[in-house]
């Protein structure tokens, strides 16, 4: 541990579905390539559920968060594309070295469990200590933002204008590229063409919005929650299938006439794997999004896989390349495209988080951590 250190708050799980404690902890100083943010807000995703429930082996003591946007207090030396006083979105980690990396498919690098789930920089140190000097995991997704402020690298900081609202912007570099990305860049979704996602929480929300922007004619939610279903045809669905009512496949066929062209699983619920597949048309291709746990095996009927050409693709991160997705996608953010409440605590944030309406949620760092 350097000599310096930040005070800092920070939401800390000590134990499998533990509850996020705000403690007192020291975190070091940024090494050569790290930046030390200090973190203006950070959305919450369904991620930072799984992993502080261990349904991926993320080790304890430790701060989670990856969803974030501040400003940059301090930078190591090494750092060129950002300094102190810019603000900046914190997405996902990558290693820069890998093959995927290398061809610019950076969501699907090769080192991505241990630089996001394993709590510790790559070569295994920790940046915080707590109270009593005990070491606390944190590198979560490069950021472990759920804290005043993060330590990241370099190479997961992206530099966005000053006049943009940070406060509505963490999600950008998980959540809402995720949806958007999976659209735009991973199936590559044509104007004129069908496409339905299943689950209408904040990346399927992000998926409906992206396809109306590339120009879908057609594009259907699916979900179990009433509310979601009416913010997804404000968002652009031209269909909303209730699936605890109505069998979705069976209703997409209806409303297409044969399938789409495009699904998504944004649900995380391997049944809505299934239906995903099972609702595209000749040539279509289901994209996976949703976090299962680790093993989830899912079947679907060979037959109805060959013969009409169907294929399906897993997608992370949206496959989108931050530094481009994220400068331009906080544009649009600029012009009114999103919508943020405010919380008089982090605390208070957990328990929306669990209100089966919320979509996104997102805190301030200050007050919620003073
Ligand atoms: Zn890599
Ligand atoms: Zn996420």
Redesign the pocket.
Known sequence: MSKNTTQIRAAVVREKGGPFRIETLSLESPRRDEVLVKVVATGWCHTDMVARDKVYPVPHPIVFGHESAGIVESVGADVVNVAPGDSVVLTFL?????K??RLGR?AH???TFPLCFGGARLDGSTATVDGQGEKVHEHFFGQSSFATYALANERNVVKVRSDVPLERLGPLGCGIQTGAGAVMNALNVRPGTRFATFGAGAVGCSSIMAARAVGATTIVAIDIVPSRLEMAKELGATHAINSKQTNPVEAIRDITGGGVNYSLEAAGDPRAVHQAIEALGSLGTCGIVGAEPLGTEVSFDVTDLMLPGKAIRGILEGESVPDIFIPSSSNSTRRGASRSRNWSSFTASIKSIRLPKTVKMAARSSPSFA
């Open positions: 990558t290693c820069g070295r890998c995927p990396c950076m690098c090769e080192k």
